[in-house]
C-alpha cells in the first residue's frame, strides 16, 4: 500500500527525499507530477503578487515593463537566441541590443517555426523576471541571470497544486530561460517572489537584492527575506530548499529533512532569533537523537541550527520550543508556531 503522506511531498524521486517541515507534518499540500523535469523548490510567503494579465511582469514590476507583441524590423534575426522549455510547449527568445522601446524578450508557445508568438517584454539581466496571462494556460515565462544555479519559487500561503520548473540557458547573453508551469492553472495570480543562488553562494531576491544569508553546518545556505516577510534555505545538494513566512512572536523556527524508503528520518531546524541571543535551547517531539546547537550571526539577527533523527515509521522529528537568553541577560521561552 503507498504511504499517502510521501505521495504528498514536493520532493526529488526516491530513495532520498528533501521535504518541506509543514507538508510532512500536515499532510502536504502540494504534489507535482513525477516527470523528468526539474521540479520547483515552492514555499508559502506573506507577500501579495499583483494579478497576472497579458503578460505583465508580475510581483512588483521586476525586470520593466511588458510591451505589446510584434515584429520588430530593426533587430537583426541572426542575433536572436531562443531556448524551448517543457519539452517545446513554450519558448523565449532574447534579442540582444534591441532598441530601448522595442522589447528585448519574446514569449512563445511551442517552439520552432511553428511557434505561436504571445508578448514581448523588457527585462534586465540582472533579475528575475516573470509573466502570465491570455494564451498561457497556466504557465509563467521569464528570464533569469545567467549565473543563477538554484531557484525557490514563492507562492501566497493556501496556494493549491504543484509547480513544475523548467530552465534553459540562452547561449552568448547574460540571460537563461525559465518557465514555471501550474498544476491549477488559475493558481499563477498567486505567485509572489523567486529567490535565486549562484556559484559564490550569494542569494538574491527577484529584484536582484542581495539578501543575508548564511551557511548551516551540512553547508546549506540559509537566507532572509524580511521585506517578503520570509526566510528559507538553499540545499548544498542543488536539490531544491524550503522557505516559510516570519511569524508575528520573536522567532521563527522552520525544519527540512530527508526520509530514505524504509529509513529513519534525518531532520534539520533553523531558528531565527534577536540579534544577540544566546545560550539557545531547542526542545524536540519525535526525535530519538539530536545534537548541539549552533549559533551563527546575520548581522541584525541570529540564525540556531541543530539536526534530530526519528524512526521512520513516525511522523517526524519536531522543534516544539525555542529558549534564548537577551542582551539584558533576560530569559525568553516560545512554542514554536
Not at 520593466?64 to 519558448?91: H, I, K, M, N
Not at 516577510?229 to 523556527?253: I, N, Q, W
Not at 519525535?286 to 549559533?295: E, F
Request: glycine share 14%; proline share 6%; net charge negative.
Amino acid at each position: 500500500m503507498s504511504d499517502p503522506i510521501l505521495e504528498l511531498l514536493a520532493a526529488p524521486p526516491s530513495p532520498a527525499m528533501s521535504v518541506d517541515e509543514d507538508a510532512v507534518h500536515t499532510g502536504g499540500r502540494r504534489r507535482l507530477r513525477r516527470r523528468n523535469l526539474r521540479r520547483a523548490g515552492v514555499g508559502a510567503g506573506a507577500a501579495v503578487a499583483a494579478a497576472a494579465i497579458a503578460f505583465t511582469t508580475l510581483g512588483s514590476g521586476l525586470g520593466g515593463e511588458a510591451l505589446p507583441a510584434g515584429p520588430s524590423t530593426s533587430v537583426d534575426a541572426g542575433r536572436r537566441v531562443s531556448a524551448a522549455l517543457f519539452d517545446g510547449d513554450w519558448s523565449v527568445e532574447v534579442r540582444p541590443g534591441a532598441p530601448a522601446d522595442q522589447p528585448n524578450v519574446m514569449f512563445y508557445k511551442g517552439s520552432g517555426t511553428s511557434r505561436q508568438q504571445l508578448a514581448g517584454s523588457s527585462a534586465d539581466a540582472t533579475v528575475v523576471s516573470m509573466g502570465t496571462g491570455t494564451g498561457a494556460d497556466g504557465v509563467m515565462l521569464g528570464t533569469a541571470p545567467a549565473d543563477a544555479e538554484q531557484f525557490l519559487t514563492v507562492t501566497r500561503d493556501g496556494t493549491t497544486g504543484g509547480v513544475e520548473q523548467d530552465t534553459k540557458p540562452l547561449p552568448g547573453t547574460d540571460y537563461q530561460a525559465i518557465a514555471l508551469r501550474f498544476e491549477v492553472p488559475a493558481q499563477t495570480e498567486n505567485y509572489v517572489d523567486t529567490f535565486w543562488t549562484n556559484a559564490v553562494d550569494e542569494v538574491r531576491s527577484a529584484r536582484g537584492e542581495l539578501l543575508p544569508s548564511v551557511p548551516t553546518n551540512d553547508g546549506d545556505r540559509f537566507f532572509l527575506a524580511r521585506e517578503a516577510g520570509t526566510m528559507g534555505v538553499f540545499m548544498a545538494d542543488g536539490s531544491g530548499g524550503s522557505t516559510r513566512p516570519l511569524t508575528t512572536g520573536e522567532s521563527t523556527t522552520m525544519g527540512y529533512g530527508q526520509k530514505p524508503d524504509g529509513g529513519a528520518w534525518s531532520w534539520s531546524s533553523v531558528t531565527l532569533l534577536p540579534e544577540g541571543a544566546r545560550d539557545v535551547r531547542l526542545e524536540w517531539a519525535n526525535a530519538s537523537r539530536t545534537t548541539d546547537v549552533t549559533v551563527r550571526s546575520l548581522g541584525t539577527a541570529e540564525v540556531a541550527f541543530a539536526k534530530a533523527s526519528g524512526p521512520g515509521a513516525g511522523s517526524g522529528p519536531i522543534v516544539t520550543t525555542v529558549s534564548w537568553t537577551d542582551t539584558a541577560g533576560t530569559r525568553h521561552t516560545e512554542a514554536v508556531e
